[in-house]
């Protein structure tokens, strides 16, 4: 079955610093990847998201991931984090199903919180 | 162009009442996805439409039901609600029905069941 898993619960990072939220998925074809963030009583926006190609992705707000499929992870990594990163991130695998693009199945997510 | 909106975007219910969440799409956009978020379980799949047509169905009792009308718009029902359906339910719409199409998610309705 597909699932995705998003080891860390909580990270707090110092405003500046890099960040990694890891992801890992298993899925039995090709997936699809999505990141979204959800900020306190806010609906969930897109990041980035991964379907072929180039492994590393560029998204939103300085945010880019890279696709390993060996590893069958797509980690989520931003240089410099800023206070206003503060939110909860969903790493997401999605596909094609019978001509639906069917549901996406999302990880538990990772609440950010940034230290200034 | 307006994002997806949800009403109402707050509802508190008791056990054993029923209701009716609105969503409405992004204009243009045909296919509307609902999800259910709650702390311990996360987001969960509950069901898709498109062209008024439920495409796909997560896993969830009867209870749970949806429809799409012929402006895309689309209202999700649940029956006799219990204390765990306090959730908040997030609607999504996409143009159509490729797996590249993002879907584009709305505030949400949080529903509180006492």
Same mark, same amino acid.
């Given at each position: 079955?597909?699932?995705?898993?998003?080891?860390?619960?909580?990270?707090?990072?110092?405003?500046?610093?890099?960040?990694?939220?890891?992801?890992?998925?298993?899925?039995?074809?090709?997936?699809?990847?999505?990141?979204?963030?959800?900020?306190?009583?806010?609906?969930?926006?897109?990041?980035?998201?991964?379907?072929?190609?180039?492994?590393?992705?560029?998204?939103?707000?300085?945010?880019?991931?890279?696709?390993?499929?060996?590893?069958?992870?797509?980690?989520?990594?931003?240089?410099?984090?800023?206070?206003?990163?503060?939110?909860?991130?969903?790493?997401?695998?999605?596909?094609?199903?019978?001509?639906?693009?069917?549901?996406?199945?999302?990880?538990?997510?990772?609440?950010?919180?940034?230290?200034? | 162009?307006?994002?997806? =909106? /949800?009403?109402?975007?707050?509802?508190?219910?008791? +056990?054993?009442?029923?209701?009716?969440? &609105?969503? %409405?799409?992004?204009?243009?956009?045909?296919?509307?996805?609902?999800?259910?978020?709650?702390?311990?379980?996360?987001?969960?799949?509950?069901?898709?439409?498109?062209?008024? =047509? /439920?495409?796909?169905?997560?896993?969830?009792?009867? +209870?749970?039901?949806?429809?799409?009308? &012929?402006? %895309?718009?689309?209202?999700?029902?649940?029956?006799?609600?219990?204390?765990?359906?306090?959730?908040?339910?997030?609607?999504?719409?996409?143009?159509?029905?490729?797996?590249?199409?993002?879907?584009?998610?709305?505030?949400?309705?949080?529903?509180?069941?006492?």
């Amino acid at each position: 079955a597909q699932s995705v898993t998003q080891p860390d619960i909580h990270i707090t990072v110092s405003e500046g610093a890099s960040l990694e939220l890891r992801c890992n998925y298993s899925y039995g074809a090709t997936p699809y990847l999505f990141w979204y963030v959800q900020s306190p009583g806010q609906g969930l926006q897109l990041l980035l998201k991964y379907f072929s190609g180039d492994t590393l992705v560029q998204g939103i707000k300085g945010f880019e991931a890279e696709f390993k499929r060996s590893q069958s992870s797509f980690n989520l990594r931003k240089p410099s984090v800023h206070w206003s990163d503060a939110a909860e991130y969903f790493c997401a695998v999605g596909g094609n199903y019978g001509g639906s693009q069917g549901n996406l199945i999302f990880g538990k997510g990772t609440k950010l919180s940034v230290k200034p | 162009k307006a994002g997806v =909106t /949800q009403t109402p975007r707050y509802l508190i219910k008791t +056990r054993g009442q029923q209701v009716t969440l &609105s969503c %409405s799409p992004i204009s243009g956009h045909r296919s509307v996805s609902w999800y259910q978020q709650t702390p311990g379980q996360g987001l969960q799949f509950l069901f898709e439409y498109f062209s008024e =047509t /439920q495409r796909n169905k997560g896993n969830f009792p009867g +209870r749970f039901s949806g429809r799409q009308f &012929s402006n %895309s718009r689309s209202e999700m029902n649940v029956s006799t609600l219990e204390l765990g359906d306090s959730a908040l339910y997030l609607c999504a719409s996409t143009s159509g029905l490729a797996a590249r199409d993002t879907q584009y998610f709305g505030p949400g309705t949080r529903l509180t069941v006492l």
